[in-house]
């Protein structure tokens, strides 16, 4: 009965798995519950963004992608560095 609620998990790209009859009573009458589902890939591609948008404001959302861009190109660098630490332990362990 919920079409708001409905259209809503919709648009954030959650998709419906499920319903489970007769799972509440609400004033003597029996309700049905929908159980959403949501793939991580999903959230990545746009309804973490949505969200963010919706809760905070599209400023706030715009630095949010900032920063995640700078932490994600800072997690490239320490993977870097720490791939070449190992390539300089190898070289000394084969001079041994």
Known sequence: MDTVGKRLSG?????????VCKDRIVKE?????IVYGLL???????????MYKKL??????KVDKSNNEK????E????FL???KVEE???KLAKL
């Open 29 to 33: 009458s029996n309700r049905d519950s």
């Open 11 to 19: 648009r954030l790209g959650f998709t419906q798995e499920g319903t």
């Open 40 to 50: 991580n890939s999903d959230w990545d591609k746009g309804a973490r963004m949505f």
């Open 71 to 74: 932490e994600n190109e800072l």
């Open 82 to 84: 720490a791939d070449k």
């Open 56 to 61: 905070h404001g599209e400023k706030a959302m």
């Open 89 to 91: 332990a190898e070289k």
């Open 76 to 79: 490239v660098q320490q993977k």
